[in-house]
């Protein structure tokens, strides 16, 4: 890497720094912490030849890494380099690793469960279980410390879905871990890689991975139902491995990552972690809650090591707009971001605008947005925009999308409409269709349910053969559960089939109303919540969930009222407003409001169990 190390490493002494040149010599003999302690970053320029994914499977392509130079960087919410992870040490200390799991009498195929922070020691775990031909599946971290019960519950839920035999966490998780690991008969071992660290190494050749293995589980974040785990492949992911690398982001060996995207999601796991490494590209990661806290630091990460590569929700986009000041772009040089991608959930094209305008003076460029599509059910990408060419989007009549599911376009001024943005093409081996409630392909621009075909495909839902029946359609297609239209091959969101409430006849979108609420400035972004109740009566009503910070009662009642007539006027319905206290919607793995969880927790509060139907209580 070209660029010098950033100034705070610079108090570091001389002599700390010259350890840096036999740090990461030593594999043989010294530990894995002792060998992710490093003074500088892994390079950008690589020693080896680039292979663009083209292995059978993930320890393959591992293997082939560890003979280069790049690797894993880990920074600390100050921006500076807490440790990093070459692929060659990653190699060896997860091969230790993997001994040492076999030595808990582990069998193949067995279900381990990593609490998935964004630390060395779950990159080493989730490694090691493959190489000892064990299934990982990544854990979250908590979104909000504060929530202690409803995080052992999660755990607890996901322990017992996975039928997992062992789990383990850092030091800063394991007291979650073991509480919620707690009445669990088929777990055979609790702990930290500390503590596994000191079990015997078991002298046992380790096999080889096939590609119809599973590689991995990989749970959904459940925003609109309990989370499952999804069963992919190696085949499968490193197909599509091969798809995002080669095509949708055509990456090149000057490439280099920066990411705050939890390794928990699939965009943080698959997109973040395995990606780089089968192209053999070195990535500079922070915590998604220190990027929370500080936005800038991730902005800065790219700045300084020149990163080319940095994928976000677009949450995390207006994040960036709404909490970097303008004085802080004198230090920014964006210009090397050639591949800004954008998915996850839904992109609004404003979000984008605004983001470019107020990084254009530290050189961003607006070409380097990728809008993408893709889901945990086809392993991570569907569908990818041109590189270099920005984000499209289309302006359609906001009536007849509602009235009639399609999408004409804008003729006139004036009238109200939704812009959705353009998310590109299926990778190669893909095909995305757009059908009706009947199961019939719909033509351009017509709105219906998404469904995808292609070899990344999950096999199933772990242990959850209805699930499964219900999601991959004949002929092996899977319903996204999105809705959408095609144009010209090319792929728009509208949103999420449960997510569409039908209120007399009327399709209402839950994100347009929560839309609407976000635009008063008592409500902030991702603070508001849409869905529906039916009663014993099969009355409908929307409901919308406020997080409020008005402690006057007559600026409360303001605030209601106003919701209620702005939610009549723009469209015909009407709708109960509650205002619940902040933090207090529940939130997904990866961030994101659930509705589903939303709706059940508003049930509760308002004790209407018992007057709701039961095609309500079970949507």
Known sequence: MTNTINLEMKSLSSTIANLNVSMTQALDSQTSNELTIAVNPTPTDNSQVQRLADFDTLIAALEYAASGTTGYNFYDAKGSLRSTLPYRVLRQNARASARRLLGLGLSSGDRIAIVADTTTEFVELFFACRYARLIPLAMPVPVNLGSHAVYVRQLHGILESSQASAALANVDYINFLEEAAEGLQRLRWVGTLEQLEKLPVLDKALQANQPDETAYLQYTSGSTRTPRGVIITERALMNNLQGIVRNGLEMRSSDR????????????????????????????????????????????????????????QPFGF????????????????????????VGAEMIRPDTLRNFAEKFAPAGFDMNAFLPCYGLAESTLAVTFSHTGHGFQSLRVDAGTLVDKNIAVRLQADGRKYNEFVNCGRPLPGHMVKVVDDAGQELLDLRVGSIMVHGPSIM???????????????????????????LLEGNLYITGRRTDVIIVNGRNIRAQDVEELAEQQPEV???????????????????????????????DQQSLTSRLQRLVYMAFGVNCLVELVSPHTLPRTSSGKLSRFEARKGFIQRTDLA?????ESRDR
């Open 257 to 312: 990552i920066a990411s705050w995207l939890p390794f928990y999601h699939d965009m943080g796991l698959v997109g973040m972690l395995m990606a780089p490494m089968v192209a053999q590209v070195s990535v500079d990661y922070m915590a998604t809650q220190n990027f929370a806290i500080r936005p800038l630091q991730w902005l800065r990460l790219i700045s300084r090591n020149r990163c080319t590569i940095a994928f976000s």
């Open 318 to 341: 207006k994040l960036c707009t709404l909490r970097v000041r303008d004085s802080d772009l004198e230090d920014l040089d964006l210009s090397c971001w050639r591949a800004a991608g």
């Open 459 to 485: 096999t199933g839902y772990f242990n959850c053969p209805e699930d499964t029946k219900n999601t991959l359609q004949p002929g092996n297609w899977l319903d996204t559960g999105d809705l959408g239209f």
């Open 524 to 554: 902030r972004a991702r603070e508001a919540s849409a869905f529906s109740i039916t009663d014993a009566n099969d009355i409908i009503t929307i409901v919308l969930v406020i997080e409020c910070r008005l402690t006057s009662v007559i």
């Open 610 to 614: 018992d007057q709701l139907s039961v």
